[in-house]
């Protein structure tokens, strides 16, 4: 079992929003404004879409966006292309003992 | 550009030996600390190990503690993964990832994975 739970699926039509949920507790998600999230196509590595919470990095789309409240942090991506459709990844600093931790992983599909 | 490409993967026997490297370019491989990650076939992501930028410091996941052993060589720009008394649980892609700053915990660059497999 993972430490982060993510969904196992979520689903939008092009030009939609989807929101994918990540909750962790107070000594993860909670206590530190560490979370990160991947993007991961088949057979590829992980690609980083959001650190730090909400910051982006260089060449990453602005329809991906990161938030968080409380244990929970979420990644949105409005305006669904096709090329989203993926495997998405959080992760969080975990503290001094655990360091990271990641969730279960959402799959993605454009419908 | 930066680049990480990791080796050594391949077929190994449950309680033997495997070593990974990956080799790190177009950046500064002593001025990041470096991690290790796995994903097991059709699972989800598990942090495995982290080294500093010179060595100093290690950690690492219970589960592979006390049997892997992470270590860099910066000279030659390469990062290692000792595993030992391999498990069928062990198998996995394993990536070698670059922490991005000292002052946060992300992964900006991951190489491309070399698979393990544990099997007898």
């Known amino acids: 079992q993972s430490a982060l739970t993510q969904p196992r699926s979520v689903s939008g039509s092009p030009g939609q929003s989807v929101t994918i949920s990540c909750t962790g507790t107070?000594?993860?998600?909670?206590?530190?404004?560490?979370v990160s999230w991947y993007q991961q196509h088949p057979g590829k590595a992980p690609k980083l879409m959001i650190y730090?919470?909400?910051k982006r990095p260089s060449g990453v789309p602005d329809r991906f966006s990161g938030s968080k409240s409380g244990n929970t942090a979420s990644l949105t991506i409005s305006g669904l292309q096709a090329e989203d459709e993926s495997d998405y990844y959080c992760c969080s600093y975990g503290g001094s003992y655990t360091l990271v931790v990641f969730g279960g992983g959402t799959k993605l599909t454009v419908l | 550009q930066v680049q990480l490409v990791e080796s050594g993967g391949g077929v190994v026997q449950p309680g033997r030996s495997l070593r990974l490297s990956c080799a790190a370019s177009?950046?500064?491989?002593?001025?990041?600390?470096m991690n290790w990650v796995r994903q097991a076939p059709g699972k989800g992501l598990e942090w495995v190990a982290v080294i500093s930028y010179d060595g100093n410091n290690k950690y690492y996941a219970d589960s592979v503690k006390g049997r892997f052993t992470i270590s860099r060589d910066n000279s030659k720009k390469t990062l290692d993964l000792q595993m030992n008394s391999l498990k069928g649980e062990d198998t996995a892609v394993y990536y070698c990832?670059?922490?991005?700053?000292?002052?946060?915990?992300?992964?900006?660059?991951w190489g491309q994975g070399t698979l393990v497999t544990v099997s007898s």
């Open positions: 990832a670059r922490r991005a700053t000292i002052t946060s915990f992300y992964f900006d660059f």
């Open positions: 177009g950046f500064t491989l002593s001025s990041f600390a």
């Open positions: 730090d919470v909400n």
């Open positions: 107070s000594s993860d998600v909670g206590g530190y404004n560490y």
